[in-house]
């Protein structure tokens, strides 16, 4: 059974940083995927923030570019966000996502909700002056 299990949400204030880890286990199969970051903030919908893949391919929403890093540890399975600058706008729940190894296209729609299989549960930041 697949487990993706986000942490290092919190609260911080506008121009802080945040790291967020997305912890993976359970895979059965191996081969190509995609992981990414997704938010939502009440009342909008999931939104695709940042996305990597096994070939290393990464893409970040316009709104983040340049303030969010996403990385990987395979050694440890682990995704990560980093953010900087945070502002206001980013406060949301954030949740990792993934696909299932050797059973997704290509690079096709990293930053779309349909692309991925397996969610995480979320965790909270919230950005205040």
């Known amino acids: 059974q697949v487990r993706l299990v986000e942490s290092g949400g919190g609260s911080v204030q506008i121009g802080g940083s945040l790291r967020l880890s997305c912890a993976a286990s359970?895979?059965?199969?191996?081969?190509?995927?995609?992981m990414a970051w997704f938010r939502q903030a009440p009342g909008k919908e999931r939104e695709g923030v940042a996305a990597?893949?096994?070939?290393?391919?990464?893409v970040y929403a316009d709104s983040v570019e340049g303030r969010f890093t996403i990385s990987k540890d395979n050694a440890k399975n682990t995704l990560y966000l980093q953010m900087n600058n945070l502002s206001p706008a980013d406060t949301a729940m954030y949740y990792c996502?993934?696909?299932?190894?050797?059973?997704?296209?290509?690079?096709?729609?990293?930053?779309?909700?349909?692309?991925?299989?397996?969610w995480g549960q979320g965790t909270q930041v919230t950005v205040s002056s």
């Open positions: 996502a993934s696909t299932v190894p050797g059973r997704s296209d290509r690079w096709r729609l990293p930053l779309s909700r349909s692309s991925y299989t397996y």
């Open positions: 359970g895979y059965t199969y191996s081969g190509y995927f995609m």
């Open positions: 990597r893949d096994s070939d290393s391919h990464i």
